[in-house]
């Protein structure tokens, strides 16, 4: 993973995680690669991968079982709600960088019926 400078490490790691959550790349209720293997896969120490676990847990992705680990979270309506709040902070920050190109709430729209379309014809 290629981390940006300007935010915090632990952070990045956290968003990666959360796609990988929401993806299904690891299921709701499987049990997560320890502290130490997800540092060494990010080439973090792992006090950066336990501050990202901690994160990750506060926003009730993950949970630790006492003496086996972390384990992804098998409440759906989180995994959807932080699934909602990714998709809608993407959804601003594109608004936003439109409008500053200067296109109306119709330009806006109409590119993203022509992208969606684009998306929906690829993946047929």
Request: aromatic share 8%; net charge neutral.
């Amino acid at each position: 993973m290629n981390f940006q400078n300007e935010r915090p490490i632990y952070l990045q790691i956290v968003e990666q995680m959360e796609m990988e959550i929401m993806s299904g790349y690891y299921p709701k209720g499987s049990k997560l690669p320890t502290v130490r293997e997800l540092a060494m896969q990010y080439k973090v120490n792992p006090n950066t991968m336990q501050k990202a676990f901690v994160e990750l847990e506060q926003r009730g992705l993950v949970f630790a079982k006492r003496t086996s680990g972390r384990y992804v979270s098998e409440n759906e309506s989180v995994i959807e709600n932080v699934k909602q709040q990714a998709a809608k902070a993407k959804t601003q920050e594109y608004i936003r960088y439109v409008r500053q190109l200067g296109l109306e709430e119709e330009d806006i729209l109409r590119l993203f019926k022509e992208c969606g379309k684009g998306e929906n014809d690829e993946h047929s």
